[in-house]
T-cell receptor, first 114, second 107 residues
Framework: DTAVSQTPKYLVTQMGNDKSIKCEQN?????MYWYKQDSKKFLKIMFS???????INETVPNRFSPKSPDKAHLNLHINSLELGDSAVYFC?????????????FGPGTRLTVT | QKEVEQNSGPLSVPEGAIASLNCTYS??????FFWYRQYSGKSPELIMF????GDKEDGRFTAQLNKASQYVSLLIRDSQPSDSATYLC???????FGAGTRLTVKP
């Protein structure tokens, strides 16, 4: 019973390519997130969607475009991949009310750009 | 710029000791505070969340929140080698993470 799932788990591609990472949650949460964890292990939020609406859009290159077809899915599309995009990308979900209630992470997608 | 600061460590404690991990934050309006544990190569795993000033205990873990001083801490009692991991603090509705503190518990 995977709560937050991501595909693929590993992604190796060449510079200049376009790739997508998919995320799905079956927890019934209303908010989903994308994080990037670099080689120094710093976990940085990229985007957050609440009920399919973008609510956080950190300063990331516009080559990164999130898409939320419904509350349970948040995909990340990356155009013109660069070496610096190599990292682990985590999807997460939570229920947001007066507070943010527990946030759960997916297993991560390790992206390697060569 | 909202910031979350943690001592990157590494923090080393002997087995059975109390490990104390600290986190400070800059956004005084923050109301949600989380501690995550991340083993190498794995995703962050939620340990504790706290919203109110004071202490919150769950088994060997205690989270302490002091909004006036803008810090949140995590105490791990009776530390075990299996507690060796990186501990991440996250703050606020936009879930900003600190850089993490690497904890090693030595047998």
């Amino acid at each position: 019973d995977t709560a937050v799932s991501q595909t693929p788990k590993y992604l190796v591609t060449q510079m200049g390519n376009d790739k997508s990472i998919k995320c799905e949650q079956n927890l019934g949460h209303d908010t989903m997130y994308w994080y990037k964890q670099d080689s120094k292990k710093f976990l940085k939020i990229m985007f957050s969607y609440n009920n399919k609406e973008l609510i956080i859009n950190e300063t990331v290159p516009n080559r990164f475009s999130p898409k939320s077809p419904d509350k349970a899915h948040l995909n990340l599309h990356i155009n013109s991949l660069e070496l610096g995009d190599s990292a682990v990308y985590f999807c997460a979900s939570s229920q947001v009310g007066q507070f943010i209630y527990e946030q759960y992470f997916g297993p991560g997608t390790r992206l390697t750009v060569t | 710029q909202k910031e979350v600061e943690q001592n990157s460590g590494p923090l080393s404690v002997p087995e059975g000791a109390i490990a104390s991990l600290n986190c400070t934050y800059s956004d005084r309006g923050s109301q949600s505070f989380f501690w995550y544990r991340q083993y190498s190569g794995k995703s962050p795993e939620l340990i504790m969340f706290i919203y109110s000033n004071g202490d919150k205990e769950d088994g060997r873990f205690t989270a302490q929140l002091n909004k006036a001083s803008q810090y949140v801490s995590l105490l791990i009692r009776d530390s075990q080698p299996s507690d060796s991991a990186t501990y991440l603090c996250a703050v606020g509705t936009d879930m900003r993470f600190g850089a993490g503190t690497r904890l090693t518990v030595k047998p």
